[in-house]
């Protein structure tokens, strides 16, 4: 069976370009015992795929994750029609043995996709995966924002930012987001119940938060890294303030080191708290808090957009659109070719 691969074809330098991906064709192996076929149903594109790419050697398979199906299996343990999540990178089909360690491509994983009811399935790949985990690990286990407090996120109507202001609404709090239109702001407001959101690109940026904020910034999410959240630190946080440092979209494509203030002192006379995070490392919590994601969703607490580019042969036009600010909420990949079950199943 004949398979699809993007392969990174040469490291990004500066803004990612078309000659950077190449789109090629696979012959897959048979499958031996204990083997499964996958075949990729959405796939995910994320901001982290830029930074990590610099780990791959050109020719490898870009890293991903996609809800898949199976349709071939060796495995008893796999049915024919069943959904997973599969960290296969940007393939339409795979062969692997989930059950070996590490797998076929060494960081592959395989696991249960989980139900969502009335919703998308694709929300296994967005609100209710490594997004949605990745704003409730930032928000909750790294700021632990109080009811009554003031929470302010960057990037607010991507996937993760949108998430994290509509938990600080649950959790009590005053949420104020930014994004880079005028069209996702009111979004975020209208839809998403923000308090307030302005655009950064036509806003100033202490005046929006003078005007939404008088009394300070006591949690501050930012998935961005830029001068603007420098500002926010020295300018905006209030005494024991906490940040989250989820990304740093803004540095992505730059071509040197980013040089920008020093923050020794609003961080020792407000006695701040600053911390990074990655997924993994809150591994054992992530089906603790996917309880209460997928709670909040079914309740209507969380709600959630997607936009879907279809087509598997469109993934290098939805990553870069994605890094350009292109999309509201969260972008996932629809792989239009579907291999047909036998009729029994």
């Not at 975020?188 to 950064?200: M, P, Q, R």
Request: charged share 25%.
């Amino acid at each position: 069976m004949k398979a699809r691969k993007w392969i990174l074809a040469k490291h990004f330098e500066g803004v990612p370009k078309d000659s950077d991906l190449e789109l090629v064709e696979e012959e897959l192996p048979s499958l031996k015992d204990g083997e499964v076929l996958f075949e990729a149903e959405y796939l995910s594109v994320d901001p982290y795929m830029r930074p990590y790419s610099r780990a791959l050697s050109p020719g490898s398979v870009m890293y991903g994750e996609q809800l898949a199906r199976v349709i071939e299996s060796k495995n008893e343990k796999y049915a024919l029609g069943a959904h997973y999540l599969v960290r296969a990178g940007w393939r339409d089909r795979i062969v692997i043995d989930p059950d070996t360690p590490g797998g076929a491509l060494g960081v592959s994983s395989v696991h249960s996709a989980i139900d969502t009811g009335s919703h998308p399935a694709s929300l296994n790949i967005g609100i209710l995966g490594m997004p949605g985990i990745s704003a409730y690990i930032g928000l909750i286990k790294i700021c632990d924002p109080k009811p009554g407090e003031t929470v302010y996120v960057n990037s607010a109507a991507g996937i993760v930012g949108s998430v994290v202001g509509q938990i600080a609404k649950i959790k009590g709090c005053k949420v104020i987001g930014s994004a880079g239109t005028d069209e996702k702001c009111k979004w975020l407001t209208t839809e998403l119940g923000f308090d307030y959101a302005f655009n950064y690109k036509t806003r100033d940026l202490n005046e929006a938060l003078k005007e939404s904020a008088p009394n300070g910034v006591d949690c501050f999410f930012d998935n961005v890294g830029d001068s603007l959240s420098t500002a926010i630190i020295v300018q905006h946080m209030n005494k024991y303030g906490r940040i989250s440092c989820c990304g740093a979209i803004s540095q992505y494509n730059d071509t040197t080191p980013p040089t920008g203030q020093l923050l020794y002192s609003p961080f020792v006379f407000k006695e701040l708290k600053m911390q990074g995070f990655l997924f993994p490392s809150y591994a054992k919590h992530h089906q603790a808090m996917l309880v209460d994601l997928r709670k909040w969703v079914i309740e209507g607490k969380l709600k959630y957009h997607e936009d879907v580019v279809e087509g598997f042969e469109n993934m290098r036009e939805a990553f870069y659109g994605m890094l350009s600010g292109k999309y509201t909420g969260k972008v996932v990949v629809k792989a239009t070719q579907a291999t047909k079950l036998p009729a029994a199943l």
